[in-house]
Antibody
Framework: QVQLKESGPGLVQPSQTLSLTCTVS????????VSWVRQPPGKGLEWMGV???????AYNSLLKSRLSISRDTSKSQVFLKMNSLQTEDTATYYC??????WGQGVMVTVSS | DIVMTQTPLSLSVAIGQSASISCKSS???????????LNWVFQSPGQSPKRLIY???KLDSGVPDRFSGTGSETDFTLKISRVEAEDLGVYYC?????????FGAGTKLELK
């Protein structure tokens, strides 16, 4: 069955780079695109970016200068890297396929 | 970027009553393939989001037919007839027609 699972550090220092991995199963990354979505505590969902089946990407306009999404199709993994983290980047980060299948999310706190 | 405006942001209903949520986009969501990629996503407290409806009106598998989606171009509505306790949470509209994709602010459905 289709599954997505996020992994990464729970705590990141301000100004540092966040690296997250989304490991998928039950489908191929060359057949379905995967998005990253985040949710600050007590707030709404924010679309961050997508990697499409062909490997091209698109990003949230407000984040694009700091954000990079890539993948390793052989490992069924999608990667998110975001630099210059600030406290406002504290959030639960989700990867999702079609908004239909979602990971459990990974909580990331930006704090010294 | 396309702005998704949801109203109301909060809605109090009694069990068994109906509820309606509006979502307006800042430009038409009809894509060049003729389809309109407007989704409704639901999040109950502490859980990952879950898609209920895609392409304006198509119910995902397992979603009760108490839920319905209507609309076109820039105006969309989610209706829930006979609200049940399990329906309480936050509903988001989100567009997948034009990158960067965007979410509405969310509508919190609460018990009256």
């Amino acid at each position: 069955q289709v599954q997505l699972k996020e992994s990464g550090p729970g705590l990141v220092q301000p100004s540092q780079t966040l690296s997250l991995t989304c490991t998928v199963s039950g489908f191929s990354l060359t057949s379905y695109h995967v998005s990253w979505v985040r949710q600050p505590p007590g707030k709404g969902l924010e679309w961050m970016g997508v990697i499409w089946t062909g490997g091209s990407t698109a990003y949230n306009s407000l984040l694009k200068s700091r954000l990079s999404i890539s993948r390793d199709t052989s490992k069924s993994q999608v990667f998110l890297k975001m630099n210059s983290l600030q406290t406002e980047d504290t959030a639960t980060y989700y990867c999702a396929r079609d908004y239909h299948y979602w990971g459990q999310g990974v909580m990331v706190t930006v704090s010294s | 970027d396309i702005v998704m405006t949801q109203t109301p942001l909060s809605l109090s209903v009694a069990i068994g009553q109906s509820a309606s949520i509006s979502c307006k986009s800042s430009q038409s969501l009809k894509y060049s393939d003729g389809k309109t990629y407007l989704n409704w996503v639901f999040q109950s407290p502490g859980q990952s989001p879950k898609r209920l409806i895609y392409q304006v009106s198509k119910l995902d598998s397992g979603v009760p037919d108490r839920f319905s989606g209507t609309g076109s171009e820039t105006d969309f509505t989610l209706k829930i007839s006979r609200v049940e306790a399990e329906d309480l949470g936050v509903y988001y509209c989100c567009q997948g027609s034009y990158s960067p994709y965007t979410f509405g602010a969310g509508t919190k459905l609460e018990l009256k």
